[in-house]
């Protein structure tokens, strides 16, 4: 492994002195034994779908097959709900709670554990750099289960009434930009309630999810507590049309969002939506301007833009924008594109070709809408999904590439002059996610964060995340939360 070039040779994105550059520091894939096929996992077992037929996951940073899974249908939808159902009545609802705690530290630990395995296999199956599979997603997902494990014998001390009970079974639809973290988000809050899951994980990325299903057989998980449907959107809809489940909780696009809004319409189950986001970084002419440059580029460029929260509008102070601009620039110059396996990489693979189209659709958009266009000079390399880092200066809040939801490494730079504008200007968007304040000012953090319509407002920081802290959002970012008490509502009835 040791001097081996990874696909993509970590190119700096800058064509630095050719004299100096990082040696390739591939992590080795070796850890991870990827199976040529897998099953769904229903009621403690994997096996394959009713009618045999599976799909291919690949490697977006090189398009390798990297195996054949389960592709489930209604028949497989109606076995895995019917095995939570009774896993609900007969073990899982009536276990005290601190029995339930047990296992939800078991399965952190064993997170802990094989947390080199989950990183490697969460890099290769998405394509987001090793070192935020491994310093992000996988102790992330850990801490929510043991998180969650404190819970599940305090329920009644959280604040949601003296006797809270759980829902029942929980349908749960999850997407790919971050594939373990997600299923845990969903699962560990779930299962410390009291309720059984069945969980659907995007088509491009089932494999840490099938590998946390392994985890839980592991953990000796009683058979239907946790149960992982591999498919695509059909599975999903039938997921959550499935007359047997008591809860929805769904992650994905805004599109899909409304469709699950008006498929469950009158029919009495729960549900929390997670969707897309359009948010506000907002960087005032007395913030530390290069703290404030790492958050920007933190913002936008972690895990290549897809991120529902990404700070993917720079409003930024008139007074300051030129020298903010060029020190982003500059910044952006080091960044490391390529092999996502190679612990110095920033920037992996874009997570599908159909990923790419999007980005590439929205970014000529903001070219023919008259936007200035910048990349740091960048080698993509030939095999695989990769974007450049870009940012887009001269943007109107007309334009699509401030309004959509790029998904992608792309920035759309706007400026604003009074603390009154920057404000205006960050609510004028249809989501209602996440929002960015960068300022020396307490009072003006605290001014701008009643007012910015969002449902969380980071100050100073970016993209922190913390179990025991609520996520979620308004308007077209959908409603609920997930984490800290507020979380557990979601899956309880008090
Ligand atoms: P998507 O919403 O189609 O997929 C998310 C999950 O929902 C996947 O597991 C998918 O199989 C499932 N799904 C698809 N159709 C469904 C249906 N009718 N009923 C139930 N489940 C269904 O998102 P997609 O197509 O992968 O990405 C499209 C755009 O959505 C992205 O470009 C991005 O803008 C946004 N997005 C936002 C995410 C977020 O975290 N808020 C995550 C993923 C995508
Ligand atoms: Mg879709």
């Not at 249908?73 to 705690?101: F, K, L």
């Not at 940012?391 to 998904?407: H, L, N, P």
Request: contains cysteine; proline residues 7%; negative net charge.
């Amino acid at each position: 492994m040791a001097g081996k070039q990874g696909q993509g040779g970590g190119v700096a994105a800058r064509a630095a002195d050719p004299a100096w550059d990082y040696a390739p520091a591939p992590e080795s894939r070796d850890i991870v034994t990827i199976a040529a096929e897998y099953g769904l996992f229903t009621d403690g077992e994997f096996g394959p779908a009713a009618d045999g037929r599976q799909f291919p996951t690949i490697n977006p940073a090189t398009e390798e097959p990297l195996a054949r899974v389960a592709l489930a249908g209604q028949p497989d939808v109606d076995r895995a709900v019917a095995a939570a159902r009774a896993a609900y009545q007969r073990v899982w609802g009536p276990m005290p709670g601190a029995e339930r705690a047990k296992y939800l530290y078991r399965i952190a630990r064993i997170l802990q554990e094989r947390a080199r395995e989950f990183a490697v296999l969460e890099s290769l199956d998405n394509g987001k750099p090793i070192k935020e599979s491994r310093d992000v997603d996988v102790p992330l997902a850990a801490a929510h289960f043991f998180y969650h494990a404190g819970w599940a014998d305090k329920l009644e001390y959280a604040g949601l009434g003296s006797a809270p009970r759980p829902l029942g079974v929980a349908g749960q639809v999850i997407p790919w930009n971050f594939p373990l973290l997600m299923a845990a988000w969903k699962l560990a809050p779930a299962l410390a309630a009291g309720n059984t899951c069945v969980l659907k994980p995007a088509e491009t990325t089932p494999l840490t999810a099938l590998l946390l299903a392994e985890v839980c057989q592991q953990a000796g998980l009683p058979p239907g507590v946790v149960n992982v449907l591999t498919g695509a959107g059909p599975a999903g809809a039938a997921l959550v049309s499935h007359p047997g489940v008591d809860k929805i909780a769904f992650t994905g696009s805004t599109e899909v969002g409304k469709e699950i809004s008006r498929a469950m319409a009158g029919t009495g189950k729960r549900l929390t939506l997670e969707l897309g986001g359009k948010a506000a970084n907002v960087v005032f002419d007395d913030a530390p301007v290069d703290q404030a440059v790492e958050g920007i580029v933190n913002g936008i460029f972690f895990n290549q833009g897809h991120v529902c929260c990404a700070g993917s509008r720079l409003l930024v102070q008139e007074s300051v924008a030129d020298t903010v601009v060029d020190r982003l620039k500059d910044r952006l110059g080091t960044l490391r594109l390529g092999d996502p396996l190679d612990k110095n990489t920033d920037i992996g693979a874009i997570n599908s070709r159909e990923q790419l189209d999007k980005i590439s659709e929205l970014t000529a958009a903001g070219e023919a809408e008259g936007a200035e266009r910048w990349s740091p000079p960048c080698r993509l390399p030939e095999k695989g999904y990769w974007f450049a880092p870009t940012v887009f200066t001269g943007v109107s809040q007309s334009y699509r590439i401030a309004r959509e939801e790029i998904f992608g490494p792309v920035l759309s730079v706007l400026t604003f002059r009074t603390p009154e504008e920057a404000v205006a200007k960050a609510n004028n968007t249809p989501y209602g996610l996440s929002a960015g304040v960068w300022t020396e000012k307490g009072s003006r953090i605290l001014w701008m964060a009643q007012r910015l319509r969002a449902g969380v407002v980071w100050a100073n920081t970016y993209n922190r995340f913390d179990p025991a802290s609520p996520f979620g959002g308004y308007r077209e970012s959908g409603f609920g939360r997930e984490g800290g008490r507020h979380g557990l509502a979601a899956y309880l009835d008090a």
